[in-house]
């Protein structure tokens, strides 16, 4: 009988598939039916600060003509806001009564807020683990890359001194040196990192000559990159990676694990296939390793990391020079 169960985050999951913070994470009736298909966790839909602020900036607009005194202006802002976070923490806690699986918290950060406060509200409400979602369009000119990166490790320490739980960042893979950045996260106690997040990406309609929404949804094709990255730190780093991007189908998750990754997330396979390919994915990872007789997971988990194969240069190759004179002499 074959054992699916992983540790991550310090977390026991039935098995390894997480189901990614996305709109399939909002709702209880929706983390019920992730549960209910045989996801090992879920991260609820981010809470944005930002998004916040505008919604109740907006309320004070609309009731701009009777909020006449300036204390009135912030009330009615504060007031809006704490619906908005009352409403994710009874979210947070109709789910922990609910579902039987880990149920992480999801705060998108910003780089002075004050998101730093929900971290404590959302274990207090019994977040099994917090994960920290933070992005930066590194266009501005007179910011340079250690800034950046200071940011990210400003934010986790931030994060860390704030809660002793579970404590994991989501991150993009745009970076000029990510194997420093994530050894230095190694440095501040963080639990895990998920690799990668993916994007909103802004494109144009030729026709309309308009700008125009890209595609919400990844494609099969995208795991490559978290793969890299997985195989290339997981044997280095005292914390978990959690893969992400691109993952459609059981043997995707089978060799993310092999990389070394203790778990992995999926979010469009959901949103394309419907919930049933949470038990496909299952069942393609439990025919495969009864095939290759491992019982447990920890048995080939990381078995393909850099570190442990015969040529580790394998994983930080770039080139298809060799590649392509094979074709041209076959
Ligand atoms: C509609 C939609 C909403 C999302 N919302 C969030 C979010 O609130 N927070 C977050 O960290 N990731 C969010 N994501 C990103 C997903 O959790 C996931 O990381 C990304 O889609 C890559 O995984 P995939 O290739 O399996 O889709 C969202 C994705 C989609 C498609």
């Known amino acids: 009988m074959v054992d ?6 310090g977390l026991t999951l039935k098995n390894p598939i997480i189901a990614g913070s996305s709109p399939l994470t909002t709702s209880l009736d929706s983390l019920k039916k992730c549960e209910d298909a045989g996801i090992g966790a879920v991260v609820l839909k981010s809470i944005f600060e930002e998004q916040i602020e505008n919604d109740s900036d907006l309320k004070v607009t609309e009731n701009e003509a009777y909020l006449t005194h300036s204390d009135a202006y912030e009330f009615v802002k504060n007031a809006s806001m704490d619906r908005e ?6 979210l947070l806690e109709d789910a922990k009564k609910s579902l039987d699986i880990p149920v992480i918290a999801s705060i998108n950060c910003r780089k002075n807020g004050a998101w730093i406060e929900y971290a404590n509200r959302f274990v207090t409400c019994g977040a099994d683990a917090i994960e920290l979602n933070h992005y930066i369009v590194a266009a501005d000119r007179e910011v340079d890359g250690t800034a950046i990166e200071k940011e990210y490790l400003s934010l986790v320490k931030a994060a860390r001194k704030q809660t002793k739980a579970p404590l994991s960042l989501k991150m993009g893979s745009s970076f000029s040196s990510l194997s420093n950045l994530l050894w230095k996260l190694d440095e501040l106690s963080i639990d895990g990192v998920v690799l990668f997040n993916r994007f ?18 990844s494609s099969e094709e995208e795991y490559a990159q978290s793969l890299r990255w997985t195989a290339l730190m997981s044997a280095e780093l005292h914390y978990d990676i959690c893969a992400s991007r691109g993952i459609h189908d059981g043997k995707t998750v089978i060799k993310q694990l092999l990389a ?43 078995k393909l990391a850099q570190e442990r194969i015969a040529d580790p240069s394998s994983w930080e190759r770039s080139q298809y020079i060799k590649s392509i004179l094979g074709a041209q002499k076959s």
């Open 4 to 9: 699916l169960s992983t540790k991550y985050l």
């Open 85 to 90: 976070i009352d409403a994710y923490l009874t």
């Open 200 to 217: 909103f990406s802004p494109d144009i309609n030729i026709e309309t000559m308009k700008m125009a929404p890209a595609a919400m949804l």
């Open 260 to 302: 070394g990754a203790k778990s992995v997330q999926v979010c469009s396979v959901l949103l394309k296939e419907g919930l049933a390919s949470v038990s496909k994915m299952t069942s393609e990872l439990e025919a495969w390793m009864d095939r290759h007789e491992y019982a447990h997971i920890v048995d080939f988990n990381g």
